[in-house]
């Protein structure tokens, strides 16, 4: 009998040395896109496409939030820490603003694995500031659809899809943003 993939993720995003790990509980769909532009070459035989050698890749995460102050974990230079500690804070969005996207590494894991085989690692994500937040007609929780965008790192990489050591069974921790191996 085949054995597939049954997905509980978890999303985790570090940004300047800090993260945050979104739980099952809290996320709702969650997708990764990739594409790859085609260039198209019409000769008089036949018209030839191929790939270009770019890519594009993102996340796009319905989450569902305790407050709107949580957003600051995504939205780290737009928040605005509350000096009440009852407070969860808050997130301006300012007309002519000249602060940037917010930038860090995400990865998503399967709860439903012991190890990061399946994992989806983004080197570096950009999350736009073009969330949806939806307030539901039934009074269910309050949620955000964020999107984060891949962009390269320093060596180039965009993202990857499995895992993060090719030499043993790892384990992705989102506490310390590193890999720790798996214990037989």
């Known amino acids: 009998m085949a054995k597939y993939m049954i997905e509980k993720p978890q999303l985790s995003f570090w940004l300047d040395g800090e ?22 070459i ?3 035989a036949a018209t030839i496409r191929q ?13 569902f939030l305790p407050s709107m102050g949580y957003l600051g974990n995504f939205l780290r230079s737009k928040f605005n ?9 808050n997130v301006i969005i300012k007309a002519g603003s000249c602060s940037g996207s917010d930038r860090g590494v995400l990865h998503i894991h399967s709860t439903c694995n012991e ?14 500031n073009n969330s949806e937040i939806e307030f539901s007609e039934d009074g269910s929780a309050l949620s955000v ?40």
């Open 51 to 63: 790939g270009s050698g770019r890519n594009n890749a993102s996340v796009t995460a319905t989450i």
């Open 19 to 40: 993260g945050v790990t979104v739980p099952p509980e809290m996320l709702g769909t969650v997708t990764f896109a990739s594409e790859e532009p085609e260039t198209e």
């Open 81 to 89: 820490a509350a000096t009440n500690p009852a407070d969860p804070g």
């Open 115 to 128: 190890d990061d085989k399946d994992d989806i690692h983004i080197y570096s994500a950009v999350v736009m």
């Open 42 to 44: 019409s000769t008089q």
């Open 145 to 184: 659809e964020l999107t984060f965008h891949a962009q390269p790192d320093d060596d180039g990489n965009l993202y990857r899809l499995g895992t993060g050591d090719l030499t043993q069974d790892v384990l992705y921790d989102p506490e310390t943003d590193t890999y720790e191996p798996v214990e037989s």
